[in-house]
């Protein structure tokens, strides 16, 4: 069961742009890409903005966390300059107009929910309600996104809050309980590195009628592979090199 995009940019513009930024999206944009995954983690304010690291020292420079900073300051950071100086104007976005963003241009979205350690509860609630609001304002024209996370609690409160946004389970490596998460959260899909899936996992995953998404292929053979093994999607870096109608 995969409704969705097969071919997604990660974190907005893959390895072209900053990451989990507006400006990446208009990048992915810019190479044809109306599919986006991006991660979202929850302010002190509890404010849901886009980022990767809970804490500072990668894309945003200093020390601290983002767990710790109130969203006013947050979106303040510069958010570019570590990739590129052209980028030095980028700030850090928040869940909220990127999503109004991707809706407004036509860009389904696979929202990542990554939370803080200690927040995974509050960090799905949250993501969940907004989304629902956002979603119920926009009515019928809305774009249904489908929120990943590899927190397990953090789905499972996304599914209390709002149980109608679908739902795909990101595992790194083989679990056995696999199947029984996936059951357990209602999720149509299960996400997963490419790097550890087998084309005997591939099957089982197929044959239990779930959705099967990869993270993150950035080669073109690799990419034909798993789409050989019934891989339903994935997202990449490269979205120089696979492009967004990348067939295999
Ligand atoms: O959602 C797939 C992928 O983004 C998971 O890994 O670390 O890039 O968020 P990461
Ligand atoms: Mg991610």
């Known amino acids: 069961m995969w409704p969705y995009p097969k071919i997604v940019a990660h974190r907005g513009g893959g390895s072209l742009a ?18 986006v995954e991006f991660d979202v983690m929850l302010s002190k304010d509890g404010i849901p903005v886009l980022m990767h690291d809970p804490e500072f020292g990668r894309t945003i420079a200093g020390q601290g966390n ?30 909220e107009e990127v999503f109004v963003f991707c809706q407004s241009h036509q860009i389904w979205m696979n929202v990542e929910i990554k939370p803080a350690p200690g927040f995974e ?56 309980t696999w199947l029984t998460s996936l059951t357990d959260l209602g999720a149509i899909a299960l996400h997963t590195n490419q790097r550890h899936l087998t084309q ?29 093994w019934g891989v339903d999607g994935f997202c990449t870096d490269r979205i120089d090199l696979i492009a967004a109608n990348f067939a295999d």
């Open 18 to 35: 900053p990451e989990n930024t507006l400006a990446a999206i208009q990048c992915g944009l810019d190479y044809g890409f109306r599919a």
């Open 66 to 95: 983002v767990a710790s900073t109130l969203a006013a300051e947050l979106l303040n950071k510069d958010a570019g300059s570590w990739f590129d100086t052209r980028f030095s104007h980028v700030r850090v976005p928040t869940y």
């Open 121 to 176: 509860e509050q960090t799905g609630k949250v993501v969940a309600s907004l989304t629902q609001q956002l979603m119920r304002e926009l009515g019928d024209q809305a774009i249904p996104p489908l929120f990943s996370s590899f927190s397990f609690a953090a789905l499972r409160s996304a599914k209390e809050q709002a149980p109608e946004i679908a739902r795909g389970y990101l595992l790194d490596e083989y679990e056995a």
């Open 200 to 228: 005997a996992w591939a099957a089982q995953i197929k044959n239990a009628a779930f959705g099967l998404f990869c993270y993150t292929v950035n080669s073109p053979e690799r990419a034909s592979e798993i789409l050989k």
